[in-house]
């Protein structure tokens, strides 16, 4: 091989090693309101009721197959893959998102209800780099029309 491409060869390498090591240091982070195109039935999801306040979510999705989260403070959309919502009881059930770099799973449960057709959950929240947990937090917020 000639220097070109063992510089070449090198470069790669040190891009793919330093994509990975951004990719593991990946962290949920919240961001303030609700992304364009939310209207209607949704959920929205804080790390405490505090933020739940002032309007700041680690989670959003329009309930039809769309979610958004912050991945370090870049806003970042989903789409669903696989929700047991249908199979199970309909207070406690699990969803998982992805766009094939992050993978999202958030297992939710329902705890009260705080209107017509609006709901108190609290829950967990997975992020995943590829196939590795990355993050992960509690979370609490309503879902309803």
């Known amino acids: 091989m000639n220097r070109l491409s063992w510089c070449l060869v090198l470069c790669l390498f040190l891009f793919a090693c330093s994509n990975e090591k951004a990719g593991t240091s990946a962290r949920l982070t919240s961001f303030k309101g609700l992304p364009p195109g939310i209207e209607g039935c949704s959920c929205y999801f804080s790390a405490n009721e505090k933020e739940f306040k002032n309007e700041r979510y680690l989670f959003v999705c329009d309930m039809d197959s769309s979610a958004w989260i912050a991945v370090n403070k870049k806003q970042v959309m989903l789409k669903?893959?696989?929700?047991?919502?249908?199979?199970?009881?309909?207070?406690?059930?699990?969803?998982?998102?992805?766009?094939?770099?992050?993978?999202?799973?958030?297992?939710?449960?329902?705890?009260?209800?705080?209107?017509?057709?609006?709901?108190?959950?609290?829950?967990?929240?997975?992020?995943?780099?590829?196939?590795?947990?990355?993050?992960?937090?509690?979370?609490?917020?309503?879902?309803?029309?």
């Open 80 to 145: 669903l893959v696989r929700s047991t919502k249908d199979q199970t009881d309909s207070s406690s059930y699990e969803e998982t998102y992805s766009n094939g770099l992050y993978t999202l799973v958030i297992d939710v449960t329902a705890e009260e209800n705080t209107g017509d057709e609006v709901w108190w959950n609290t829950g967990k929240i997975k992020l995943f780099f590829k196939e590795t947990e990355v993050d992960s937090s509690v979370f609490s917020g309503e879902c309803g029309c």
